[in-house]
Every structure is written in structure tokens, then in C-alpha cells.
């Protein structure tokens, strides 16, 4: 499923899972998200930028303020997504377990 690996992809950086974390407890201003790393706004600003583009974020304008927040849906299809996997490697183990018990 394509949109689930640009997810993934979005995911699988460090800076960006430190983002969502942030973000978990609530919207948050690039201040906020910049005041917690050692990275300028500029470059916390791409990394918001590849999470939005995998729609896991949306940002807002609330005058000169920019505002980021979490998309809950997206997060909730990819565990959805994760689900079937885990539950088609189980099916998988559980055949494996018995044709070798067998």
C-alpha cells in the first residue's frame, strides 16, 4: 500500500519521531518544536514538511504563528495496516509450528 510507505518512510527518522512525540500531548507553534532540539527552525521545518507531505501532520497560520498538529487518522490506518501484517506472520508461525510439531 503505497500511502502506508510513505508513512513508514516518514517515520523511520529519529528527528521526525521525536516531532510526533512533541505533538502527541497537543498543536504545537515551530518555536515550541524548535525550543526542544538542536536543530534550527529551518531544518525542524523540512522534517515537518515530510511528515505533512505522508499526512501525518497539517500545519495552520494563526497570524505570524504557524501552528502543527497531529492527522490521528493517518496514525490510526497505519496501525490498522500493522494489524494485518502481525496477524498474517502469526497465521504464518502458527503453520510453521505445525508442520514441524508434525
Not at 495552520?60 to 501552528?67: A, D, E, M, P, Q
Not at 492527522?71 to 498474517?88: G, T, V
Amino acid at each position: 500500500m503505497p500511502s502506508e510507505a510513505a508513512v513508514f518512510a516518514a517515520l523511520g527518522d529519529e528527528t521526525r519521531l521525536a516531532l510526533v512525540e512533541q505533538l502527541r500531548s497537543g498543536p504545537a507553534s515551530i518555536v515550541t518544536l524548535t525550543g526542544k532540539a538542536d536543530m534550527s527552525r529551518q531544518a525542524i521545518t523540512k522534517h515537518l514538511h515530510v511528515l505533512e507531505k505522508a499526512g501525518l501532520v497539517t500545519h495552520l497560520r494563526i497570524g505570524r504563528t504557524t501552528v502543527w498538529q497531529l492527522e490521528r487518522p493517518k496514525f490510526d490506518n497505519a496501525r490498522h495496516y500493522l494489524d494485518i501484517i502481525s496477524r498474517q506472520w502469526e497465521g504464518a508461525l502458527e503453520r510453521l509450528r505445525g508442520h514441524v510439531e508434525a
